[in-house]
T-cell receptor, first 110, second 117 residues
Framework: AQRVTQPEKLLSVFKGAPVELKCNYSYSGSPELFWYVQYSRQRLQLLLRHISRESIKGFTADLNKGETSFHLKKPFAQEEDSAMYYCALILWNQGGKLIFGQGTELSVKP | GAVVSQHPSWVICKSGTSVKIECRSLDFQATTMFWYRQFPKQSLMLMATSNEGSKATYEQGVEKDKFLINHASLTLSTLTVTSAHPEDSSFYIC?????????????FGEGSRLTVL
């Protein structure tokens, strides 16, 4: 069955420290993964997608098919990075719906 | 980017009444919209896929008679919570993708918070 798992509910780091938000997936097909972010009192928005291999706001994520992972990384966290982060998998064989991981709350302390 | 708008943002209703939430794509057309439910600091749970001109597809465990979905046009989908009860209190979020967009990115509405007294 397809599934997205984010094992950490809360991740707390100090400003300037490296950050890694973990995401693992289970999917029989070729996976297409995204990271969405939700800042306080704002709507969910796309942060990055693995197919574009881009870096947004200093964040990167590499798809590792061997480990079925898509961890989100940033070398130096900033206070404005504090938010809820959701890893998501698109199911093209089910009309393109997204399924989400449980979410990780990132708290960056000054 | 594309804009998805929900209305109302907040709604409080009495137990037993029905509540309608609208989801509009403001600057694009969408044959498919998705409805999610989100609990505080928890994941988004997909409730159903709304298809323009046809019946919605519900996820397992979601009561279709409880959560009525209508997708009458390419820019509007509605979710009606019928005979609402306190356990239906939640944050409901819709999302959509432009017709021409095949990269999978979904645009999300701001959400509608339902409180059932």
């Amino acid at each position: 069955a397809q599934r997205v798992t984010q094992p950490e509910k809360l991740l707390s780091v100090f400003k300037g420290a490296p950050v890694e938000l973990k995401c693992n997936y289970s999917y029989s097909g070729s996976p297409e993964l995204f990271w969405y972010v939700q800042y306080s009192r704002q709507r969910l928005q796309l942060l990055l997608r693995h197919i574009s291999r881009e870096s947004i706001k200093g964040f990167t994520a590499d798809l590792n098919k061997g480990e079925t992972s898509f961890h989100l990384k940033k070398p130096f966290a900033q206070e404005e990075d504090s938010a809820m982060y959701y890893c998501a998998l698109i199911l093209w064989n089910q009309g393109g719906k997204l399924i989400f991981g449980q979410g990780t709350e990132l708290s960056v302390k000054p | 980017g594309a804009v998805v708008s929900q209305h109302p943002s907040w709604v409080i209703c009495k137990s037993g009444t029905s509540v309608k939430i609208e989801c509009r794509s403001l600057d694009f057309q969408a044959t498919t919209m998705f409805w999610y439910r989100q609990f505080p600091k928890q994941s988004l749970m997909l409730m159903a896929t709304s298809n323009e001109g046809s019946k919605a597809t519900y996820e397992q465990g979601v009561e279709k008679d409880k959560f009525l979905i209508n997708h009458a046009s390419l820019t509007l989908s509605t979710l009606t919570v019928t005979s609402a009860h306190p356990e239906d209190s939640s944050f409901y979020i819709c999302s959509a993708s432009p017709l021409a967009g095949d990269d999978g990115e979904l645009f999300f509405g701001e959400g509608s918070r339902l409180t059932v007294l």
